[in-house]
């Protein structure tokens, strides 16, 4: 059986950029875009979007490689679509 954890909880520890030290916090998620299509991210930080977040029920992730470099553009998210976070299933 697989770990579960809440939505409330995941969009508290998404909107976490960096910790204490300045180091920022990368995680791995499953989502679907809008075109259906279901997206693995191995790696990403949390970044923010030209637009309200939360009117539109979305949060910015950026793909990053081991070292902590960009390797991709920045991905809209619907928190609606985030099906695990970090190995976790995501459930309301």
Do not use: W
Not at 4 to 24: A, F
Not at 40 to 51: D, E, H, I, K, W
Not at 64 to 76: A, F, M, T, W
């Amino acid at each position: 059986m697989a770990a579960k954890i809440r939505r409330n909880l995941m969009l508290k520890s998404l909107d976490l950029k960096e910790t204490p030290s300045g180091d920022q916090v990368s995680f791995s998620m499953i989502f679907i875009k809008k075109d259906g299509e279901r997206v693995f991210v191995p790696r990403a930080v949390s970044t923010g979007l030209p637009y309200s977040l939360s009117a539109n029920r979305l949060r910015g992730i950026l793909p990053i490689d081991s070292s902590g470099n960009k390797i991709g553009h920045v991905y809209p998210v619907c928190i609606d679509n985030i099906l695990e976070y970090n190995s976790m299933e995501v459930i309301l």
